[in-house]
């Protein structure tokens, strides 16, 4: 083997663990449904589970990087993105506990929608034509997959979708507060942030568990699995959250979105291996509209991000990007 094509494997090698990181990091969200439901047959409730999972993730996260509590300032961004994270960590939680996961997780990834309309007003940006077609794309999905001549209007059908629909709300709002923060709070370590959504998604489940009917809590051997499950599920959050992070640094923010979407993939085999759900050709034609919505909005923000021939690039650009994922 000569040492060209060594060296040239070596660095496709290298290049390749950011690509893997983030589809790791996708698979984990498209699996993480399933023992949340264990947590919710041992007897906690979907807030509980929230809150607990959240919390330990936060507290894995500032010890583990404990000297990146230093960079943290105080701003009024940072309760808001607490507050957007809380909204999408409960959404995403008791959704797919008590509803259907792949529908769910569809109604949650509704993000070019909302992320055009709360980057106008909070960001500034103007809303264009193309962000407008594709906000339009992606609700046309939804309509096509909730729509029924039985159910009538294409709204949610119960609690479950709502929530789904409220988390991925959340998810663009925090996407949004993130690149803001991003600007506003440029010295802030990125750990830090996810301790802050984290923390966010912990105190908002915990209020949000007082009204909610809590049955018997778990004991014995119960409650010993129920711990276990939850100091896992908080170290595999905060890991996973780092390795994306490690992958978002070292890939372009168009092609991330693109790879984040492999969430859908796991969590429609996974839904169909171990609950069944098989969704039908109007649940799959709607699913395609907000994929393709997702995928195209990508690529219109790679193309804006372009800066004009001959012109030097912002330093800052990258980092920024990276925030929109």
């Known amino acids: 083997m ?33 023992p949340l439901r264990m947590l919710a047959a041992l007897g906690v409730t979907g807030t509980a589970a929230s809150a607990l999972t959240s919390g330990a993730g936060c507290l894995f996260v500032l010890l583990l990087r404990r000297r990146a509590i230093a960079t943290v300032r105080w701003h009024w961004l940072l309760p808001a993105l607490a507050l957007a994270a809380g909204v999408t960590n409960l959404g995403f939680v008791w959704g797919s506990i008590h509803g259907e996961v792949m529908r769910v997780l569809l109604l949650f990834y509704l993000t070019p929608a909302w992320t055009a309309l709360f980057a106008h007003f909070i960001l500034h940006e103007r809303l264009t034509w193309s962000g407008a077609a594709l906000a339009a794309l992606s609700l046309a999905g939804a309509m096509m997959m909730l729509w029924s001549p039985q ?73 010993a699995t129920a711990v276990l499950l939850v100091m896992g599920l908080g170290f595999v959050l905060g890991t996973n959250n780092m390795l994306v992070q490690y992958g978002l640094s070292r890939v372009p923010a168009n092609r991330a979105s693109i790879i984040m979407l492999f969430e859908i993939v796991i969590t429609a085999l996974s839904a169909w291996l171990f609950a069944g759900e098989t969704p039908g050709p109007r649940e799959w034609a709607g699913g395609a509209c907000i994929v393709l919505a997702s995928a195209l909005s990508s690529w219109v923000h790679r193309t804006k991000a372009k800066p004009p021939v001959g012109t030097h690039s912002d330093p800052d650009r990258k980092d920024r990007e990276r925030a929109m994922v």
């Open 2 to 34: 000569s040492d060209g094509f060594r060296n040239s494997w070596g660095r496709g090698l290298t290049a390749g663990w950011p690509t893997l990181a983030i589809m790791l990091g996708a698979s984990v969200w498209g699996l993480i449904w399933y």
């Open 151 to 223: 159910l009538g209007l294409p709204v949610p059908g119960n609690l479950a979708e709502w929530a789904g629909l409220a988390g991925g709300m959340g998810f663009a709002m925090s996407n949004v507060l993130i690149l803001k923060a991003s600007r506003v709070l440029p010295d802030m370590k990125p750990e830090m942030r996810t301790a802050t959504i984290f923390g966010g998604a912990a105190v908002f489940s915990s209020f949000a568990s007082l009204f909610e009917a809590m049955p018997a809590p778990p004991a014995g051997s119960h409650l």
